[in-house]
Every structure is written in C-alpha cells, then in structure tokens.
C-alpha cells in the first residue's frame, strides 16, 4: 500500500473490468435497462482519481462452451439468431425474446456474451491470484435462466461464473444478491448444490417482479439449506435493511465457510428507484460493500469478485453507489462531502433530473414512513425464520 499524492491509499489488489463495449447491451432508447450507467460510474471514478489505468483491464467474449455451462444450447442459438433478425416472432417468444422486458436487438449474442465475459474476467484475475478483488459493472444479470431470457436479462453471467469456477477452479462459492429484485435465475440454477450457497435479499415478491425468493425457498436434495432469502416488506428502510443484511450475511458464511464470494450489486433498492418501492438511501450502499469485503478477508484470502445488476435511476443512484462498491474494494471509503465538480458539470446537460452534489443523501430524503415500527418488526421475524436452521443446527451441536 503506497500513500499518493490525493491522500489515498491505494490498493495495488483490484481490477475493474471495463470496457466502453458494455453499451452495445441496449435494448432501446426507452428502455429502463441503460449501461450509460457503468460509463457514468467509471467516469465519476477516473474524475475522482480513484480509479487508475494500470487497474483497468479489457473484458473478454464468452465462448459458446462457457455460456452452455449453464444455458441450453438451442437456446443460445436462439439469441443468435434473434440477434439478426432470423428469428421468428413465436420461436422468440418462447425462449423470454421479444417481449417488452426483454425486446430484441441488434447482435444481442455478442453483446450479452461481452457481458459475461467480463465476469469470467473477473474471476480469472481473482482466482489465477492476479489480483485480491474484481469488479465487472457489466455483470449481474441475475435472471437469465437457462433456457429463458427474463427481466432484461439473456445470459446470467454469475451462473455462468459460478460453474466455471466449479469446473476450473473446484471452489464452494457464495453468491450474495443485494438487488431490490430476487436472484431467481442463480438460486435455480444451483437449488440442488450443496457447494454454493446462495443469499438474496430483497423486496417481498408479493408486488414486485420476478414474485419468487419467499423465506421458506431453502434449495432442496443435497442444495437442501444452501439457498437463504430475506424478502423485506414494501417501504423498508436503510436500518432495517442493514440490520437484516448483516445479521444474516453474518451467519451465512460462518456456516458455508466459502472459497469465495460472489456479490451482485443491483442498487435498485434506493428510494428513488422507479421501479421498487423500499425507501433505502446511499448509507446502505456505504455498507454492503463493507461487509462482504470483510467476509473475503475472513474466510476467502480475500477472493471477491462483484458484479452490477438493477439500478434504473441512473443518473442520481446508480454512479455514486458503485463508485462507492470500488472505493470499498480499493480502501478508499473515507470519501464524502462533495462529489468533484467536474463531473457534475459534464453529465449535468445529459441528465433529465438534478444530480446530486454530495456522496451522501441528505437525511429529510422522504417524508417519514407510518408503517416504520410494523416494518421493522416483521423484517426481524423474516431474518429469524431466515436463519432458523442454522441457529438450530448450531444449539444441537451446543456450539
Ligand atoms: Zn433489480
């Protein structure tokens, strides 16, 4: 660790995958789903100087073998051709393609095989030993299912990541999903795996997409209490979050004591998301980096790889709470107050809404929630049915 001239401390430990390649994943000009947002982010940071070229590096394409780890083959033959307008509309519709969450575009193959060769980027540097952390903004496309595309998502680059660290690597990975939506694809895909743990928390389906990740989804077979879901109720908010995220994260890898961890990074939990409706601020974005950087030092020799996900408020949520996940990653958290000028003013003309000015919200971001004392209370009683078989597990073992 060497001090520069900013005053930060850097560490030589961590890569951030970047290429401005991600933006070819663009369904339309409307569309919620918008990687503008990775360039922002990377922007925010390279303005900062908390982001230098030396730890930069290039994402690689997903092979067809790579992304038929986990996805049917017919299936990727499907995005292909749907890709080039060779598709027919009933054959799309019946692989997720084509519909208005996941409309088709233009060489959508390679532009989804893009984003989960970054995350394969990632685990390389990760797990070769080349570097502590990585990050690939471009990932986290957590619904993809194996032969379906579903909400915004074709390939599921932490699926695909997870098997191939299996296979390559032969590690138990945890795979943690912060995102306001449920981490259905990844928790399918490995429901039956005892070697992968996976955790998400996230708003109750009950009015939320994809409707799945109920407390009582705990995997099955021999993945049988390898799969924990937190479903938070509606209007939860950064205490409670936390509290929940913590506690639970906790305990989770106490039990699978993992080789490494995966988080995916949806921020779309953020009050003002515009598709969610829980009521969190950039404080919970300030912690959720903080805590599972301390599990990959405590049970992983470091190994973290972090991936994006959701976020659709692109430009007032999204740059400042992944910048604040690297910062977290790269030992420079202390920063607040003001973010630096010049971004504000370059980004300021593109942006529909005033963007913030400082790192952190304000404390007066929404008016005070009437339900706060239910809320709470039933996300407690969620955390403990959440956690029940360990802790009872624990008791009989008299640990
Ligand atoms: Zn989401």
Excluded at 187 to 207: A, K, L, M
Aim: hydrophobic share 35%; proline share 5%.
């Amino acid at each position: 660790m060497a001090e520069l001239a900013g005053g930060f401390i850097m560490s030589k430990n961590s890569v951030f995958v970047y290429s401005d390649a991600f933006q070819t994943y663009k369904f339309h000009d409307r569309h919620p789903f918008n990687q503008l947002r990775v360039k922002l982010t990377y922007d925010l940071l390279q303005t900062l100087g908390a982001l230098h070229d030396s730890q930069i590096v290039a994402p690689r394409l997903a092979t067809d073998e790579e992304l038929a780890l986990v996805h049917d083959t017919d299936y990727i033959e499907a995005v292909k051709k749907a890709g080039r307008g060779q598709l027919p509309e009933e054959v799309a519709l019946n692989y997720g393609l084509g519909t208005e969450d996941t409309p088709i575009f233009p060489n959508m193959h390679e532009a989804s095989a893009l984003l989960v060769g970054g995350t394969l980027t990632a685990v390389d540097y990760v797990l070769s030993g080349k570097a502590e952390h990585a990050l690939s903004l471009g990932g986290g496309l957590h619904h993809g299912f194996r032969g379906k595309a579903s909400g915004f998502c074709i390939y599921n680059d932490s699926s695909v990541a997870i098997k191939y660290m299996q296979e390559k690597y032969g590690v138990r990975v945890l795979y943690v999903d912060t995102d306001a939506h449920h981490g259905d694809g990844v928790q399918w895909t490995f429901y039956d795996d005892p070697n992968v743990c996976t955790f998400s928390i996230h708003e109750t389906g009950r009015y939320l997409f994809p409707g799945t990740g109920n407390v009582n989804e705990r995997g099955q077979g021999k993945g049988y209490g390898y799969s924990f879901n937190i479903p938070v109720d509606a209007f939860t908010e950064d205490e409670s979050w936390l509290a929940a995220y913590t506690e639970a994260l906790i305990e989770i890898a106490d039990f699978f004591r993992p080789d490494v961890i995966l988080t995916q990074n949806g921020v779309d939990a953020h009050y003002y998301d515009p598709l969610t409706h829980l009521c969190t601020t950039m404080r919970i974005y300030r912690e959720i980096p903080k805590i599972a950087h301390q599990i990959a030092h405590q049970y992983c020799n470091g190994r973290w790889i972090a991936v994006g996900g959701g976020g659709y408020d692109i430009w007032r949520v999204v740059p400042r709470a992944w910048a604040l996940l690297w910062l977290e990653m790269t030992e420079q958290s202390d920063i607040s107050g003001r973010l630096p000028e010049e971004w504000v003013a370059r980004w300021q003309p593109h942006a529909p809404v005033s963007l913030p000015l400082e790192w952190d919200d304000p404390e007066n971001l929404y008016s005070p929630i009437p339900r706060k004392a239910e809320i709470t209370e039933k996300n407690a009683q969620t955390v403990m049915k959440a956690l029940h078989p360990i802790r009872s597990n624990k008791q009989r073992l008299n640990l």
